[in-house]
T-cell receptor
Framework: DAKTTQPNSMESNEEEPVHLPCNHS???????IHWYRQLPSQGPEYVIH???SNVNNRMASLAIAEDRKSSTLILHRATLRDAAVYYC??????????FGKGTHLIIQP | GAGVSQSPRYKVAKRGQDVALRCDPI?????LFWYQQALGQGPEFLTY????????KSGLPSDRFFAERPEGSVSTLKIQRTQQEDSAVYLC??????????FGPGTRLLVL
């Protein structure tokens, strides 16, 4: 499984953009990059995923480096409800997701 | 619509007791996963089902852990002779196909 490196925590102000980085230098060529977030006392929630091209959805954007060894999750306007632990997890398919410790995102009002 | 549900939400067991944790996946989802999440850590993969077939159980920490999904829908994770180190949140996830899917709220197990 590809190993990931994420900052332990990040802090941002409400209504400002947030860029959450992830290094996954051992990712294989067929692994998708998934991002999940987990609010306290809840299960992880799917945010976005991509393979090579940058991806956008209603929750966030995902920027994937050309060499695929890193990616950045972008929250365009953070709200207090975005405070959570964010995980990036490369996955090749039906073999389960491998989570690290994630990034604890703190949003200041 | 209904998401993944898990029961019980909380379980306190005495060391040595057997416990059974239930997962109701989203209807029609073929893939079902169990994860274990220790305090302050990310979820760790335990086992994977495709319909009723258990295709991967490499993450089960010991032979005290057993999972089944006999009819390809509801799944049960059973832990025999619980130990204190089994205390964790047990998460279930389901998907139509592949590993990216929907998680339930988890069952928080405390072994005293």
């Amino acid at each position: 499984d590809a190993k990931t490196t994420q900052p332990n925590s990040m802090e941002s102000n409400e209504e400002e953009p947030v860029h959450l980085p992830c290094n996954h230098s051992t990712i294989s060529g067929t692994d998708y990059i998934h991002w999940y977030r987990q609010l306290p006392s809840q299960g992880p929630e799917y945010v976005i995923h991509g393979l090579t091209s940058n991806v956008n959805n209603r929750m966030a954007s995902l920027a994937i480096a050309e060499d695929r060894k890193s990616s950045t999750l972008i929250l365009h306007r953070a709200t207090l409800r975005d405070a959570a632990v964010y995980y990036c997890t490369p996955s090749g398919g039906a073999d389960g997701l491998t989570f690290g410790k994630g990034t604890h995102l703190i949003i200041q009002p | 619509g209904a998401g993944v549900s898990q029961s019980p939400r909380y379980k306190v067991a005495k060391r040595g007791q057997d416990v059974a944790l239930r997962c109701d996946p989203i209807s029609g989802h073929v893939s079902l996963f169990w994860y274990q999440q220790a305090l302050g850590q990310g979820p760790e993969f335990l086992t994977y089902f495709q319909n009723e077939a258990q295709l991967d159980k490499s993450g089960l920490p010991s032979d005290r852990f057993f999972a089944e999904r006999p009819e390809g829908s509801v799944s049960t994770l059973k832990i025999q002779r619980t130990q204190q180190e089994d205390s964790a949140v047990y998460l279930c996830a389901s998907s139509l196909v592949g590993s990216s899917g929907y998680f339930g709220p988890g069952t928080r197990l405390l072994v005293l």
